[in-house]
């Protein structure tokens, strides 16, 4: 909850800066921390805790983005070493990571639930390169890029958890990621209405401020309403995950409604300033270009749906 709390804060001021936090706090140091052996924890949590190096979560590849268990990057063991091969794509925090962790195929005939590992690799490791930085229409603070890996050779105590259980590691990761997109979206579409409060306090349209008009009163309500709804959906998932409860399906609903909320609260934003929505002079052209990745990133929302559904036929 109280990491809700801090990521719902920082992207009411900064979307792009909440990403950078929460990809290195909930996924990179939390994997670490849940499935990393006493050494791998030693020699990477104070790093990152004290912000020594960033952490880069490299799962996404350019042929399998919802489908993850698609991947092609693919590991072999070389004597004491692991082999990588493959590329990854869209890869947060990448041009300036310091620790990434990547998933990588290493039994192609139990892939994906036990063929997939996960491994801890550093900028420095032989065979690593960084692709092109891909141009974002949204969150431009926070550079995404394409990670190479031309027979990177890592060492065998930076496989990361036990050999195969990659991918059933990942997915435990998505569902706490979840939550922080959930609170990121919070906070984004709580800025944009602020916006659209003030812009409809001041923005003088026949002689009376917009606000005084029920078109605009109506969006106001729906939009304060829906966040609340999305703030409240947002914090039982965390509180779940407190208690240690599995809250597959509740954070999917929470990344799903927040989302989908911020995307319609900051195009309202955008509406209710008029013509300046659409220029920089206001922020609410940014809002609306930060929030829609939230629909995308660490599963889409037609795949929260899937998911919702599935564990609502499994009970």
Same mark, same amino acid.
């Given at each position: ?25 909930? $996924? ?145 990761? $998505? ?141």
């Amino acid at each position: 909850v109280a990491t809700a709390l801090v990521y719902e804060e920082v992207a009411r001021v900064s979307a792009a800066a909440c990403v950078i936090l929460s990809v290195h706090n909930s $996924l990179v140091a939390g994997i670490i921390a849940r499935y990393g052996s006493e050494e791998q924890c030693a020699r990477y949590l104070p790093r990152l805790a004290r912000g020594d190096i960033l952490g880069s979560y490299a799962l996404t590849e350019a042929e399998s983005g919802s489908d993850a268990g698609a991947m092609r990057t693919a590991a072999r063991r070389d004597g004491e070493e692991w082999v990588v091969a493959g590329r990854k794509q869209f890869i947060t925090t990448a041009p300036y990571a310091g620790l990434f962790v990547v998933f990588a195929v290493t039994d192609p005939a139990r892939r994906p639930a036990d063929g997939v590992s996960a491994f801890l690799i550093e900028p420095g490791f032989p065979g690593f390169s960084l692709g092109p930085e891909a141009l974002k229409m949204g969150l431009l603070a926070s550079k995404i890029a394409e990670l190479r890996f031309d027979d990177c050779r890592v060492p065998g105590v930076n496989l990361l958890g036990e050999e195969g259980r990659g991918f059933r590691m990942a997915l435990e990761l $998505l569902d706490t990621g979840r939550i922080g997109i959930g609170a990121q979206a919070v906070g984004i579409a709580q800025a944009a209405l602020d916006a659209g409060l003030a812009r409809s306090r001041e923005r003088e349209q026949f002689g009376r401020p917009i606000a005084e008009f029920q078109a605009i009163q109506w969006k106001l309500a729906d939009a304060a309403t829906r966040i609340e709804a999305s703030r409240l959906l947002t914090y039982r998932a965390a509180y779940l995950k407190d208690l240690g409860r599995r809250m597959t399906k509740e954070s999917a609903m929470a990344k799903l409604y927040s989302s989908e909320t911020a995307v319609r609260v900051a195009d309202d934003c955008v509406q209710i300033h008029g013509g300046y929505g659409f220029v920089k002079d206001y922020p609410a052209e940014k809002y609306f270009r930060d929030v829609k990745l939230l629909t995308i990133g660490e599963g889409t929302s037609e795949i929260q749906r899937l998911v919702i559904a599935r564990q609502l036929l499994a009970q």
